[in-house]
């Protein structure tokens, strides 16, 4: 449950265990830790509006250490998100009842029956109140002309405005709606990314693809580049080393100084209030499950918030192992 | 240039330098090293085939450690690969008029100049030959039951058959054409995969994004996800935990047991025969550029291997964490 | 801040901040976590005994993720701790004049003055509170033959009983004594270790000099083994591989089935209430300098309970690593 | 098998395989790779000498990647070492009689059967040579002003030339001498060394002890701190921070400005020429064995050089890990 390797990120918690939060190594000394950047962060990913989970949790971030007079010290900084509003009664099916689309039962499976199967445990969206906690300490650490921005892309192939109202049509239809997130990081100097598995694109992807629910990453032209011609995908370098809009911002996995797109396919929510006929290893048959708990009905826009995270732990993380940011 | 934690492969070696190969660790001793399977996978990856580069390369691998009585000991094993028939003559404009839609101008300011660019140096394709290598050893790490199987996907849209033929006629046009790969894993059990961002589609991610030339990885539905209802989209347990044709994979990163289907997308190969106006640095405008070299119009019928090797690669590392086999 | 490789623990925090504890990854599912054993072992690493710092802190343990019905889930164990009985008043002289023989000097150069001063920031002996507890956790993870069992060896060069006499007159001297441990650890079979680096002593060397305050590591006959013959330190291989009384218990690293014997020695606690004249940035001049806060005369008698847990945690890594204890 | 984690070794091969090397990360782009430093420094550790074994190798240097025009690109740089005068039917009795004091019979069953029996396999000493390859290459990674000299502290209680008469004595004996190595360190600025178990003697000590026949590593006062007091132990910070000649070289594992100094302790050599009785697996009974191969009687003259490179390795690690080397 790491992720980077010079600064560095553990999850740890369990939806409606004690609490979440994240370990975060590696935050260079001196680093101003802001703690309005990191409530506004901390809302912004929060459940409660219309289309996100009835859930209500303050996400209130406690930072345990690592910090000395509002600044990093430069050791490990933990970050720690108490669970208040945890309704685990919802969740006395599991895990004999396994819900569909979920990890309840290969949690299961793979932990021996050891896992905490409320709410989905360590496997819940829940957890991502770490990584954005995390990813918010991240901002500071970037260079200001760094922009990471993630936006939502698609909703049920509608447009935010249109797709938001599709997906509060699905909630109340008792179903839920795919959508996809873009993310557009712009400002990197040339050189950011390491060779081979650790190159812009590798660590993205892998670090992206943990995001509950994502099931594509596209870079650049992504999909569509394998129907195109090399005469039409390759990038002139104009004056100066000088990218065309459009172009791609990494080759290689080294960044190019051209903006890097990435596009995040989510797939729609899979907690849906509609009864699903489905195994229950109690009864050892196939019973109707109605998922109670308070779930969204579409993944774009809160997870936004989780891509911008994601992203800005992978950039710090570069951006520190290349010298780009000192440490 | 390194993949994996307990079964992991380092990458060396530069496209026109002495050698290129890679170093496995994590190998179980026992494991038959059967040196027939390997050169079979050198060959299928190996360029010389119309659709493929005309580099003539014998990619004989050197075993040289690690191997006792054709067994690994359990300790490193050194793959090499000499480099026989590269003809660095045909890169001299490098590093000066950096290949557009290649890492030369990257990697050069990167480096501060130390790179090796004949080739495309350290990130040159050719290194693939290490990494198809050390795939071949991880064969016979993997229980005979789990399935690893690669195809093309589509050249340019169009079915294998039809795209070869569209992408011989890129070649004479001086052009080349997009393509992407299809890998299925089949006959996991339930359970490969860690937590997050060590889970089977962030793993698998990661790594294939490191190909090169590879845009987007799909997972399942892939970004059809993004337009799908979770009613449609959901995969209900069937009895005894059985799934469906058609169902994920993977669910929070862990196997289910279902076959896991993965789309990789590669760009049209940026080598190609035409003049391209470029920006040349040692005479600071912009000047047709051509390259010679000898190049693959397309890049999904040698990627194929390379998506193989990867994704074994990958899977023995995960079996081996999670104690599905024995280290 | 990170000690092994598969089960691992990361400290954290500061002597005089808001808390320490560690994160503790890769503890097996299902492994029972005993609350009564944890708070033992934390009372007897815990300072308030005549010859221990006078500090009082009751070293309660929150377990806040990775534990579910008393078992482990597998997923990361976080162990915290808060500071109560600090005074930071007594350390307001940091960092302008750094204690002789502590870290104050070089963490506030290391850190371009962030750290935190108060009390050795986070190089306090109070983040082995977050160590034992680690420790604590890998008790129940080792089999139970592996024995780990830490004695005080020697205090100022007398045993034990009459070394605690001569420590408490050097408190009363306002002074304090070095003194040293053995480390025993019997019933391990033979095979644990890795190769070279990751070999159970260099494990073990690396793991213990982290101890504040470690001076030497010798593994079987240590600093004598410099003296003597190979035909008297050779141990012969008798019946079945067995091995007589006092051969070494590991040889390239890897456990040979006899008892493993380490003596690390822990210099004078550099905390001591006579006057110092020592440099003051602040003045720049020598000055003196009385050291409050309120610290232990010798060091054995608590890090035994460290070198314990530093042992257990080094053995439940590479026990795991080795596959002799099951993930 | 591998030391670091930012500038890192990786060792392969085995005594009587085809190999031996290593592959080394993290060469800052741009270090001049000096051949014939690399030469001196192979000859110097190399067997032939009065003292060492009678074992002729050339130990010639193969620089298989990661080089270009003399200096380093930053890719991973491959150094290998074939085996040419290897004997291996000096060892025909392995693994039925593993030697004494040798790792034989502890790798024979940790790796169920599968290790390279042959002069000790991996275990071998012989795999020094790549170690010391590799330090060779960090020579030029590290500041010019930082000193790393290691010299013969004690053979069998004596200084080094009365010390190498008694060694050689022991071999017309047919038994060896133990010995000690004394490493010196200056010219770090403060600051070198991360916190707890990244520490410079942390990391110093779990390196040196994987060193074969490594038996206690001691800092600066080592286990004479034990008996000290704290008065007497305590180095004082005189103007601007300076310390006395003899002050500890790092406090809290970070340097002090002051001479680093660590005594390592290395056993008489297993391999001795007497017969000795112990326990043949074949024959299941103890049976009288005589170790035949060609052997040094006493180890420091040549681990001497295999200190120095394993030191130059950590501090060009944890000196690019903390920024004072550019990546």
Redesign the interface.
Known sequence: ???GQTVCV?????SH?????S?V?GVP??TIIDAEILMEDMIARRPGSKLASKRKETDEV?????V?QG????????L?IRNRDARSTDYEFLPNQ?R????D???N????G???PRG????SGR?TAGLVAAGSISRLILPSEWKVEAKIH?I??LDESEGRILAEN?RKEK??????VILEISGLP??IGE?????L???L??????I?G??????????M?????????????????KLLEGA?G???????GAKLTVTI????????A?P????N?GLKE?RELIVKGRHDPVLAPRARMVVEAVARLVLADLGV???YI??
């Open positions: 449950m790491r992720l553990t999850l740890f918690g369990e265990g004690n609490s979440v939060g370990l190594e000394a001196g406690e930072i345990l250490s690592g000395y600044k990093a010290t430069g050791d490990p900084i933990l720690l396994p569909p689309g979920h990890a039962h290969v949690s499976v793979k932990s021996q050891y896992a905490d989905g445990g360590s496997f957890l698609q049920g192939g699905c179903d839920s709606i795919g959508s996809s040339v050189g060779p081979w598995f650790d190159g694109e590798p660590a992807a892998g670090a992206l693809m943990a509950p994502a099931r594509a990453v596209e870079f650049g032209r992504g999909v580049a394998g129907t195109m011609k090399g005469s039409e995908h390759n990038d002139l370098w104009l004056d100066d080393f791609d990494a080759l290689g996995g080294i960044s190019t396919t989510f797939k729609p929510p899979s907690s849906i509609q699903q006929q489905t195994w290893e196939i192992r290349g010298g000192d440490a």
